[in-house]
């Protein structure tokens, strides 16, 4: 699939055009300093790419662009809570269509930005009233914003993340550093560990560091760079890669894809977040390509 050169549908403005795959949306971004496209499915940001730099975000090519799913890679919003502790996995903002809401843009690069507020069907699956804007800064480096504005009468609290899948040369040649030494072990019944600032791979990892610092840097050599990832309004940095046999049991990533990938999360996954009425959080993260 080449998403990027599909036919424009409608031309917004000098840098940003909307196309469309599978009946799905596209936001296009093309700008003298980077290019990137966002999919109103999910409010997903599905590739980033500095002028001159290889892509920034790992895309599945298996990725499945079905309304009733969530896209394999690129930026996932996980909203309002995070993991399987209810059903939709990871939440529903990621399976929901969002609305295209602004865009502008100067030499810098440019912003665009989505919403997603509740529905009869997203009120049968969680009973509260909200307001969700997704802000893409889209430039040099991208910066990934989510506010979530509580519009309801009552209280509400909720998780999620940034769930980031960035683009490797090579798993087994990263190293991710600066996440703080304390995680929990996914792949161990969430066991708690210590000692884990610097992480290589070597088998599937799925770790959840709960004081997390910043920046994350994602050392990849033989790319020559480092992603450099700063996250705000987080308390975890989630990492995750599948390796093989996951890789295989999953019908939207090839057996391989693994080694070309690797997630750093900003994730709000140790202490639900209340928002009163009129209310409002921001979660972001931020990412710098570094030579
Ligand atoms: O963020 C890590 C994680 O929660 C893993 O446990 C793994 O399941 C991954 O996300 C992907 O989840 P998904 O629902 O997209 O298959």
């Not at 001159?52 to 309304?67: H, Q």
């Not at 969700?132 to 609290?157: A, M, Q, Y």
């Not at 040369?169 to 550093?177: F, P």
């Not at 996914?186 to 560990?193: D, F, L």
Request: glycine share 8%.
């Amino acid at each position: 699939m080449d998403l990027r050169n599909l036919p424009t549908i409608s031309a917004l403005s000098d840098a940003v055009t909307i196309c469309e795959f599978q009946g799905i949306k596209i936001v296009r971004v093309i700008h003298q300093l980077a290019e990137a496209g966002i999919s109103l499915h999910g409010g997903h940001l599905i590739w980033y790419k500095p002028a001159g730099e290889k892509d920034v975000i790992w895309l599945s090519e298996k990725a499945e662009f079905d309304t009733a799913k969530a896209i394999r890679g690129g930026v996932p919003v996980c909203w309002p809570w995070f993991g399987k502790v209810a059903t939709p996995s990871h939440g529903f903002a990621r399976n929901s269509q969002w609305t295209l809401n602004q865009h502008r843009e100067n030499e810098q690069g440019v912003i665009v930005s989505l919403t997603l507020e509740d529905t009869e069907a997203t009120r049968a699956i969680w009973p509260n009233k909200f307001h969700n804007e997704i802000t893409f800064e889209i430039g040099r480096e991208l910066t990934v914003s989510l506010t979530s504005t509580n519009t309801d009468k009552h209280s509400w609290s909720f998780t999620g993340a940034l769930h980031t899948y960035f683009n490797v040369a090579a798993i087994g040649d990263i190293a991710v550093t600066g996440m703080g030494e304390a995680y929990l072990d996914s792949t161990k019944g969430n066991e708690a560990c210590t000692g884990g600032n610097t992480l290589t791979f070597n088998a599937e990892t799925d770790r959840v560091y709960t004081s997390p610092a910043n920046p994350v840097v994602i050392d990849d050599k033989a790319h020559q760079r480092q992603l450099l990832v700063t996250n705000q309004g987080h308390d975890a940095a989630v990492i995750w890669n599948p390796w093989q046999a996951l890789s295989v049991s999953m019908g939207d990533m090839a057996d391989n894809s693994f080694e070309t990938m690797v997630c750093v999360e900003s994730a709000i996954h140790e202490q639900a977040i209340e928002l009163a009425p009129g209310e409002s959080h921001t979660l972001s993260t931020q990412i710098t390509v570094q030579k």
